[in-house]
């Protein structure tokens, strides 16, 4: 299971997890915040982060923090990879199909377009309680968690971005399109990152 702060004492104790790390990212937000007023910030904050959250848990997701304008979610079990790219793919349909809408609704003068990143990576994690009694939580120390975290950055050319070790062990359904032949995500290499990635601008309803 994917523990919870309170699962584990503020000692030295870690446990280790076979996992996927999900990092669902608003992208220029800093611009955001400076060039609109607080309070339209704010919803778009909101109404992103709380999206993302619940197709996180609707994919067999764990919410297991929120920093700013980004969320991380982990994802275990056998099919933990394709989960997680799936929800990659239904997040940007979330941000197509409803978030975007609902802004041109509500705020029909303004220019605003909402653009997202969502970085997801597999390995193993190590998992312990850091802080002090009364201000802790959980550090993930682990090659999933920080990959995550620097696709989840990357430009916004793809709004989804998997590493290659997510990308082998996909299912057909999170792999292909409705056809079952065309390919969703493409390989853009060793990347700046140095590690081999792949990105995808498709979107899934979610």
């Not at 919803?43 to 994919?59: D, F, G, M, P, S």
């Not at 653009?115 to 998992?127: N, Q, Y």
């Not at 290659?164 to 390919?183: H, M, P, Q």
Request: glycine share 6%.
């Amino acid at each position: 299971m994917v523990p919870d702060p309170q699962d584990l004492p503020l000692r030295n104790l870690a446990v280790t997890l076979e996992a996927t790390v999900l990092y669902a990212d608003l992208a220029s937000s800093t611009d955001m915040v400076a060039t609109y007023t607080r309070e339209f910030a704010a919803e778009v904050y909101k109404t992103y982060l709380y999206c993302a959250a619940k197709i996180i848990r609707a994919n067999n997701g764990s919410i297991t923090a929120y920093d700013g304008d980004r969320v991380m979610g982990v994802f275990i079990g056998d099919a933990k990879n394709s989960n997680a790219a799936k929800c990659a793919l239904k997040i940007n349909g979330a941000v197509h199909k409803i978030i975007q809408p609902a802004i041109k609704a509500q705020y029909s003068t303004t220019s605003y377009e909402l653009e997202h990143k969502v970085g997801v990576d597999t390995s193993s994690l190590f998992i312990a309680r850091t802080g002090i009694r009364g201000s802790n939580d959980l550090v993930w120390v682990g090659n999933a968690a920080n990959n995550a975290a620097k696709m989840a950055a990357l430009p916004a050319t793809y709004q989804s971005y998997i590493s290659s070790d997510v990308y082998s062990v996909l299912n057909a359904a999170s792999r292909y399109g409705a056809d079952g032949e065309t390919n969703m995500w493409t390989s853009l290499g060793s990347s700046a990152l140095g590690y081999p990635i792949y990105g995808s601008s498709w979107h899934w309803t979610p």
